[in-house]
């Protein structure tokens, strides 16, 4: 007999906001990535930092949205872009060394881009509101 996963009907309003779901399929797609490398132990922190800086994105927007201010919600925002750009240099790095191959490193470039274009425009939309 099988069991059913039971699915938690509880939301936070994090969930909601499309950039953080964007996020979190970035982060599972590079943590996908790193699951495939072939490279020896002497080069774990440099996978643990992609698997931090990737999952900091998305950490990040659900910590800022959680905050009671809007000018709060904007810095964690800004974390959240320097995280995404840490981890697209990370990437780079990874390209050089060839543990990632031209296709890989694209399509996380190009998600990395549509994602941080999202947190520029919140930023703008939640400094408009304050206005």
Excluded: C, P
């Excluded at 080069?43 to 994105?57: F, G």
């Excluded at 009671?68 to 060394?97: C, D, M, W």
Aim: proline share 0%; aromatic share 10%; net charge positive.
């Amino acid at each position: 007999m099988s069991k059913e996963l039971k699915t938690n009907t509880v939301k936070f309003s994090f969930e909601d906001l499309e950039v953080w779901q964007k996020a979190m399929e970035f982060a599972d797609k590079v943590i996908g990535v790193v699951d495939t490398l072939n490279t020896n132990r002497k080069h774990y922190r440099l996978i643990e930092q992609l698997e931090s800086s990737a999952t900091s994105i998305l950490m990040n927007i659900a910590e800022g949205k959680g905050r009671y201010s809007k000018k709060e919600f904007i810095q964690f925002l800004y974390i959240a872009r320097g995280s995404l750009y840490e981890t697209i240099a990370l990437l780079i790095i990874f390209r050089k060394k060839n543990w990632i191959d031209e296709v890989q490193l694209d399509e996380l470039k190009g998600s990395g881009s549509e994602i941080g274009r999202m947190i520029s425009s919140l930023i703008n939309s939640i400094k408009n509101s304050m206005s």
